[in-house]
């Protein structure tokens, strides 16, 4: 093919194309923004919780139910698992405490705690011949969730150190959790009531951090009522 084979097909106009260019991705922009425009209410009408129950899916598969408990903390959550090892033959019961704390919004949490188990077991004891007693012992949590509308998801890490039974002493598990959530937050909890006992619990919270400054002082031979020197009775 020569030189003047080329010539047959034109070199594209630049000056026409690149405006289509950018009118594409402007068309594209548009339609990303506007996706993001009509999402954005739903993300943030996805509620937070006081009760969710749902399936667990992972080296275990099980049941989840728990529920906030804002007596001990606003973001304080029990919970409850019923599972199935699909590793061995067993299951137990776990009960935790959780510790949830907000990444940006309530809906879209880390979490962490503690709690103690209890199973059965049919495995069988080489040594002996033997089904193994029923494992208890002790679990650890740490994992995060997000809440959209009444829909709870989780992945979490569950460390358990089996005190006594079974035939192994420690199991790390992971797991999915897909929860439904029963009821949004304050559904359960009086919102005015909550506040009011998170109000008196901070102002208990700041009588007892006074009242141990105050203590030190004395211990250290200073004033007790600090810069406050006129205070004659030891009290602010």
Do not use: C
Not at 45 to 50: F, G, L, R
Not at 52 to 78: C, Y
Not at 80 to 105: P, Y
Not at 148 to 171: L, Q, R
Request: no cysteine.
């Amino acid at each position: 093919m020569d030189a003047t084979s080329f010539s047959q097909f034109p070199a594209p106009d630049v000056h026409k194309t690149w405006p289509a260019t950018v009118h594409a991705s402007m068309q594209r922009f548009r339609l990303y923004f506007l996706s993001f425009t009509v999402l954005l209410p739903f993300l943030l009408a996805a509620q937070s919780y006081d009760a969710a129950i749902g399936l667990r899916l992972g080296t275990e598969i099980g049941a989840s139910a728990q529920i906030r408990l804002p007596m001990i903390h606003k973001n304080f959550v029990a919970e409850g698992i019923l599972q199935s090892s699909l590793r061995r033959n067993e299951g137990k019961f776990t009960l935790l405490g959780k510790q949830h704390q907000n990444i940006l919004t309530r809906r879209l949490n880390i979490f962490y705690g503690a709690g103690v188990h209890l199973g059965w077991t049919d495995e069988i004891n080489t040594k002996t011949g033997e089904t193994y007693a029923a494992p208890f012992g002790i679990d650890g949590i740490l994992g995060a969730e997000a809440t959209f509308a009444k829909i709870n998801v989780s992945y979490d890490f569950k460390p358990a150190i089996n005190i006594g039974g079974d035939a192994f002493p420690f199991s790390l598990e992971t797991s999915i959790t897909v929860r439904y959530v029963l009821a949004g937050r304050n559904d359960i909890w009086d919102k005015k009531k909550e506040r009011a006992n998170n109000k008196d619990r901070n102002q208990n919270r700041r009588e007892r951090e006074r009242e141990k400054k105050r203590k030190q002082r004395i211990k250290d031979g200073k004033n007790p009522n600090g810069w406050m020197f006129w205070k004659k009775d030891g009290k602010r």
